[in-house]
């Protein structure tokens, strides 16, 4: 198992465009959430989600929206980029909503905005 | 609001001392408790969580539910210590998990 795998690993966009990041959990896990950390900061929750719903939703704009597909691989989206929205991103699967049992983290996607 | 605190952004010991990272957490319920380590270059993974009341690396953490604590504890520092810790609490019957802002452990020579 490769563990929870992210794609693009870097990326850099420019202000106004849209950008999609993607995330693989480990086999069997049915929940992926999302988190943006800004440097300096702990992990900031975007979203939750549990056999493909949508369970958590954090403060962060309706720019912000996320989907969880069958084979439970799930996808970030972020339109209108604001350099603000630079970060690293990180997906976290559990095999357990919200993390209950600890959360396994991908090596995440680093966004530049310019 | 949920919240966790973690007051030392740097912590810098001596290997063979003490260590104490401290959490504070904020929820009026009964939260479940973690603490996540990265080392250099490596990612994220969880260290331990209170309900396993385990030790891990050495480390162990205790719930204080009157001082709304949850600090990190090793009698023992060891120079593979050095890291990023964060303290993380997931209120009980929710969809999140929250994470302090982290302390950097630096274990000197």
């Known amino acids: 198992d490769a563990g929870v795998t992210q794609s693009p690993t870097h990326l850099i966009k420019t202000r106004g465009q849209h950008v999609t990041l993607r995330c693989s959990p480990i086999s069997g896990h049915k929940s992926v959430s999302w988190y943006q950390q800004v440097l300096g900061q702990g992990p900031q929750f975007i979203f939750q989600?549990?056999?493909?719903?949508?369970?958590g939703r954090g403060n962060f704009p309706d720019r912000f929206s996320a989907r969880q597909f069958p084979n439970y691989s799930s996808e970030l989206n972020v339109n209108a980029l604001l350099l603000g929205d630079s970060a690293l991103y990180l997906c976290?699967?559990?095999?357990?909503?919200?993390?209950?049992?600890?959360?396994?983290f991908g090596s995440g996607t680093r966004l530049t905005v310019v | 609001a949920q919240r966790v605190t973690q007051p030392e952004k740097l912590l810098s010991v001596f290997k063979g001392a003490p260590v104490e990272l401290k959490c504070n957490y904020s929820?009026?319920?009964?939260?479940?408790l973690f603490w996540y380590v990265q080392y250099s270059r490596q990612r994220l993974q969880l260290l331990l969580r209170?309900?396993s009341r385990e030790s891990i690396k050495g480390f162990t953490a205790d719930l204080n539910k009157g001082e709304t604590s949850f600090h990190l504890k090793k009698p023992f520092a060891q120079e593979e210590d050095s890291a990023m810790y964060y303290c993380a609490s997931r209120d009980t019957g929710g969809f999140k998990t929250i994470f302090g802002a982290g302390t950097r452990l630096f274990v000197k020579a």
């Open positions: 929820y009026s319920g009964s939260p479940e």
């Open positions: 976290a699967s559990s095999g357990r909503t919200g993390g209950v049992d600890g959360y396994t």
């Open positions: 209170h309900i």
């Open positions: 989600y549990y056999e493909k719903e949508e369970r």
